[in-house]
């Protein structure tokens, strides 16, 4: 997970032409964007097999 925040840091600096974006920013935003649109959280979930079992 941690690895995919900082990709979507680097992917939002590049976007905004700055340096770098904070995790906390990153996080917030996230997070309201999910809020905002559960079934399409809930989709991705699905897509990477969440809640599956082996």
Known sequence: MLAFLST???L???RF???EVSKTN???FALK???ENPD???DLMCEEAYG???
Do not use: N, Q
Request: charge should be negative.
């Open 17 to 19: 032409d700055t340096d």
């Open 26 to 28: 990153a996080r917030e």
């Open 40 to 42: 399409a959280v809930a």
């Open 33 to 35: 964007h999910a809020f």
């Open 8 to 10: 979507v840091e680097t």
């Open 52 to 54: 599956a079992t082996d």
């Open 12 to 14: 939002l600096a590049d």
